[in-house]
């Protein structure tokens, strides 16, 4: 009897979190994630994208790591322009952001904000694939308003050749709090041909074992602010045991690797502190029972304070 291969795992991207630093710290310490996808370049009034603009996805910084950078661009030109730059870079694949719920974004018909738009989007994609190089998936939600977005697209976009389609469970209006909506995410497995991969609440290995076992045969799974909140749900998953004592030392690690990464790179403690101060909004669930401690480490003014209450946190 053939042996089920493990699933594909997944890094989310979050805006102002997982640059190329954070992804190179992470995968050094935490075993699990297979492939990742960069937060979206911000679309520019001229097509043009010099280094500077798309800095964080040069090869140098990616490597030994499949990563899949993301596009916001609503218009065909800058979206061509974007895509086929990043195709020189070396990429093979990129993503469409038709996901993002952020008002600024959604306000201006990009990211989530497309979804109650099929004619757009379609238009879109007729214009841009014959000039792509590379590869184009698509990260989406639900809809924007209604769940009945996602469904009206779906059959749609059938005819593009898709490399597949990532699906967030909520909708756009609901940013990011709410339940997933996962009879919802079911409808839609039978409104396309293309492959899914889920996106949307996974944390601890309840959630994902209970949700294989919903959407089986389904294979792809993004994990986004579960990698913070439970950084060893990638090794839970693909079941690399891992003992308590190597646990806290890891996170220890991760802190210690991303904190001194970040010092080095960004300028001044302020930039340093706020950077560090938004991972643990997420991290400290990793440390069960000391949520409470978070406030004395978002309220630290200094390094020395900063320090001294993570130190309390890791028990150092």
């Given at each position: 009897?053939?042996?089920?291969?493990?699933?594909?795992?997944y890094?989310?991207?979050?805006?102002?979190?997982?640059?190329?630093?954070?992804?190179?710290?992470?995968?050094?310490?935490?075993?699990?994630?297979?492939?990742?996808?960069?937060?979206?370049?911000?679309?520019?009034?001229?097509?043009?994208?010099?280094?500077?603009?798309?800095?964080?996805?040069?090869?140098?910084?990616?490597?030994?790591?499949?990563?899949?950078?993301?596009?916001?661009?609503?218009?065909?030109?800058g979206?061509?322009?974007?895509?086929?730059?990043?195709?020189?870079?070396?990429?093979?694949?990129?993503?469409?952001?038709?996901g993002?719920p952020v008002?600024?974004?959604?306000?201006?018909?990009?990211?989530?904000?497309?979804?109650?738009?099929?004619?757009?989007?379609?238009?879109?994609?007729?214009?841009?694939?014959?000039?792509?190089?590379?590869?184009?998936?698509?990260?989406?939600?639900?809809?924007?308003?209604?769940?009945?977005e996602?469904?009206?697209?779906?059959?749609?976009?059938?005819?593009?050749?898709?490399?597949?389609?990532?699906?967030h469970?909520?909708?756009?209006?609901?940013?990011?709090?709410?339940?997933?909506?996962?009879?919802?995410?079911?409808?839609?497995?039978?409104?396309?041909?293309?492959?899914?991969?889920?996106?949307?609440?996974?944390?601890?290995?309840k959630?994902?074992?209970?949700?294989?076992?919903?959407?089986?045969?389904?294979?792809?799974?993004?994990?986004?602010?579960?990698?913070?909140?439970?950084?060893?749900?990638?090794?839970?998953?693909?079941?690399?045991?891992?003992?308590?004592?190597?646990?806290?030392?890891?996170?220890?690690?991760?802190?210690?690797?991303?904190?001194?990464?970040?010092?080095?790179?960004?300028?001044?403690?302020?930039?340093?502190?706020?950077?560090?101060?938004?991972?643990?909004?997420?991290?400290?669930?990793?440390?069960?029972g000391?949520?409470?401690?978070?406030k004395?480490?978002t309220?630290?003014?200094?390094?020395?304070?900063?320090?001294?209450?993570v130190?309390?946190?890791?028990?150092?």
């Amino acid at each position: 009897m053939a042996s089920i291969p493990p699933p594909c795992l997944y890094m989310a991207p979050l805006k102002g979190i997982t640059d190329s630093l954070f992804r190179q710290v992470y995968l050094r310490n935490f075993p699990g994630i297979d492939r990742s996808m960069a937060p979206f370049v911000n679309p520019q009034r001229s097509p043009r994208y010099p280094e500077k603009l798309i800095a964080d996805l040069l090869p140098e910084k990616n490597q030994d790591l499949e990563l899949v950078p993301q596009v916001l661009n609503s218009d065909a030109e800058g979206f061509i322009a974007l895509g086929n730059r990043l195709h020189e870079l070396g990429y093979g694949e990129i993503n469409w952001n038709l996901g993002c719920p952020v008002k600024m974004v959604a306000g201006k018909k990009r990211g989530s904000g497309l979804l109650p738009h099929p004619d757009t989007i379609v238009d879109l994609l007729e214009r841009v694939l014959p000039q792509l190089k590379p590869a184009l998936s698509i990260k989406m939600r639900l809809g924007y308003h209604s769940h009945e977005e996602a469904l009206v697209l779906l059959p749609r976009l059938d005819p593009f050749p898709l490399a597949e389609i990532i699906i967030h469970a909520r909708l756009g209006a609901q940013l990011y709090s709410g339940p997933v909506h996962l009879d919802h995410f079911d409808r839609c497995r039978t409104h396309t041909c293309h492959r899914l991969v889920y996106n949307g609440d996974l944390v601890t290995l309840k959630d994902f074992n209970t949700l294989a076992a919903r959407f089986r045969p389904l294979d792809r799974w993004m994990i986004g602010r579960g990698l913070l909140t439970n950084p060893f749900l990638p090794s839970e998953i693909k079941g690399i045991s891992i003992s308590g004592d190597e646990r806290a030392k890891c996170l220890q690690l991760f802190h210690d690797d991303l904190y001194a990464a970040l010092k080095e790179r960004l300028s001044g403690p302020g930039h340093l502190l706020g950077r560090m101060k938004q991972v643990w909004i997420y991290f400290i669930h990793a440390f069960a029972g000391k949520e409470k401690l978070v406030k004395k480490i978002t309220r630290a003014s200094t390094e020395q304070s900063y320090l001294k209450a993570v130190d309390t946190v890791l028990e150092r």
